[in-house]
Nanobody, 120 residues
C-alpha cells in the first residue's frame, strides 16, 4: 500500500505563509507526477497545483503568484510553499501521486490530508 505522509498544516493569519511537505516512497516519487488538492467544507475538491516527474508545474488560477510547488528528488519529498494566504485558502490539503488529473480531480494515491486554516 502506497503511503503519502503530509505535514506542515496549521493556523495562520491572512497574509501569512505556510509550507506543506509530503513524503512519498521512492519508487513512486521517481516516476510519477505529484500534486496538491484541497477541499473546503461544502465545496468540491480542487487541484491546487501539480508537478510532473520532469518538473513541469501548473497552478490553479486562484493561487498563481502566491503558491509554489516543488519536489526534492533526493528526499522523495513534495512541497507546497503558500504565501499571502487568504481566508478562502482554508481547507484540508491532500498530497496526491500518479495520474494526477486536473479535470477529473483524481489521482492514484492520496495522503491523509492536513488542515490549513487562515483567519482574518
Amino acid at each position: 500500500q502506497v503511503q503519502l505522509v503530509e505535514s506542515g498544516g496549521g493556523s495562520v493569519q491572512a497574509g501569512g505563509s505556510l509550507k506543506l511537505s509530503c513524503a512519498a516512497p521512492g519508487y513512486i516519487f521517481s516516476v510519477c507526477g505529484m500534486g496538491w488538492f484541497r477541499q473546503a467544507p461544502g465545496k468540491e475538491r480542487e487541484l491546487v497545483s501539480s508537478i510532473s516527474s520532469d518538473g513541469t508545474t501548473a497552478y490553479a488560477d486562484s493561487v498563481k503568484g502566491r503558491f509554489t510547488i516543488s519536489r526534492d528528488n533526493a528526499k522523495n519529498t513534495l512541497y507546497l510553499q503558500m504565501n499571502s494566504l487568504k481566508t478562502e485558502d482554508t481547507a484540508v490539503y491532500y498530497c496526491a501521486a500518479c495520474d494526477v488529473d486536473y479535470a477529473d480531480r483524481t489521482a492514484n494515491y492520496w495522503g491523509q490530508g492536513t488542515q490549513v486554516t487562515v483567519s482574518s
